[in-house]
Every structure is written in C-alpha cells, then in structure tokens.
C-alpha cells in the first residue's frame, strides 16, 4: 500500500513534498511566480487540466498557507489566488528543477530564461558556504543529522 | 481527466517533473545522494514503500539515465543502483525543497543538515546575476519566453 502521506519520513524535504508535491502543485506555483497568475481561469487555460484538481490544488494551497484567496473588487463574485511569502519562497525549487531541465531533459535551449529584473542578466543557483565562503559543487556537500543541543 | 504526463507544457519544470514529478521519487534520489543508499533494500527500509512501487521508480531512474542499475560484485544475484551525473545533479532541486521545508514546515528545527564536506560549514544556497554579480531576492527575479536566435 502506498500511503497518502510520507509518514515516519523525518526530513524537511518529506515534509515539504506533502505540501507541493502532489501532480501539478509546481507547475500551479511556476504561474503564479512567473507567469503572475492569480485567476482560476488564468492557471486552467495555462494548464489545461481538470477544473476539480485545479480547485483541490487551490483549496490546499490557501488552507496550506501558500496563497491567499482574496476576492477580486472589479468582479466580487470571482476570487484571486495570490502567493504568500511561504508560496513565494518556493521559488528556489521550481527554479532549480527549471535548470536541471535545462541542462538535462530539454531540447535544443530553454524554453524560458530566468533574468535580473533590474539588469536583464542570467540567474545563476549556486551554492556557497557561510563558514568558508566557498562555491561549492554538489559533491562538497554532505548530509548530517542534526544533533540536538 | 488528468493525463499521465504534463504534455504541451513547454517548459523545463513540467519536463523535470515528468521524470522525477512522481510521488517518493525525490526522497528516492534524496537518500541516493544523501544516505549514500545503492541497494534495494536500502531503500526500502529507508522509505518503507511498497517494492512494487520502489522497483518501478528505480526501473524508470535508470530508463531515463538517472541511476546506473550495476552488478553487486560481492552478491552478483543482487543489484546496486547508482546515480549517474544527471541524477546527482539533482542535488539543488532536493536542497531547496529541504531549505523551504526547513524554514516553514519542520518544527521546531532541521532534522538535516547540510555541510561543507572539507571545513563543516552549513550550505547556503543562493540565486545570483551573472552579469552584474549581484546576490538577488526571489522578487528580483522575472521569468521570459526564450527568443530563437
């Protein structure tokens, strides 16, 4: 039996897939961050899946913390879904999963750049050390349990 | 109707999920990379998932080059799954579901860890400009369709 949740699974990461990975979450989060959608409408044209999982994925992302539902004033019987600043801080993942697709799943070039607003240049991820200050490759970096103090 | 894959969206992050969008498949990757875990059995202990559903993931990992499926000297019945270079670097897709998970789901702190193999400093990772050089905010980024040159 595969269980709904990642029960017994005492990871960070475990615990944010709870929230965000079920089928579609990412790429609801991906128009809210970078397309600015905000309407039912708006996520459902771009997606084009079925309304009833749209509004599940909606619905939990509000009861989740990850967006507000606020209602729209020119239209008050239509709702807005806006990120808050937990959905917002999603954006390192879809922004990391966006580059590994580039660089390993995608033909012939990304389909669409992440740019410096202010300047229009290329966004790298990296990862550094606070300690040593060092850029690090992924083989630097090693896991550990956290040890209680 | 929901389909099987995230067809039409064309897009990086619909074409990563697609390969690893499916439930456990990161936790799979995080304890290839992060519990140093090769074997079935490893796995399966760690994730407590049912095998049919363990051996399709990996199965799929190694379909589309993520993992190497390898001979066991030692027990040659038995087999060693070992990330290939695209499945390591998956690495900063599960950091910054960890960080996120870290900073807004795990009470009352990070089970994990991660650190700096050689000096023990704790990982950051960060988004930069590669033109200017600038550390940036997930506001200061914006996300655009990609001109055919």
Not at 14 to 29: K, N, P, Y
Not at 136 to 148: F, G, Y
Request: with cysteine.
């Amino acid at each position: 039996m595969l269980g709904r949740t990642y029960e017994g699974q005492n990871c960070s990461v475990a615990c944010a897939l709870e929230l965000v990975g079920e089928r579609w979450s990412l790429l609801i989060i991906r128009d809210a961050l970078f397309a600015g959608s905000t309407r039912f409408r708006d996520f459902q044209r771009s997606l084009g899946l079925a309304t009833n999982t749209l509004s599940a994925r909606l619905d939990r992302f509000v009861d989740s913390g990850l967006m507000e539902r606020r209602r729209n004033s020119e239209q008050s019987e239509h709702y807005e879904y806006v990120l808050t600043d937990k959905g917002r801080d999603l954006q390192p993942v879809v922004a990391a999963l966006s580059a590994w697709g580039d660089q390993w799943v995608t033909p012939p070039g990304p389909p669409i750049v992440f740019e410096h607003s202010s300047c229009g240049g290329t966004v790298h991820q990296q990862i550094c050390c606070t300690s040593c200050g060092e850029d690090l490759k992924t083989t630097d970096v090693v896991a550990r349990p956290r040890v209680e103090t």
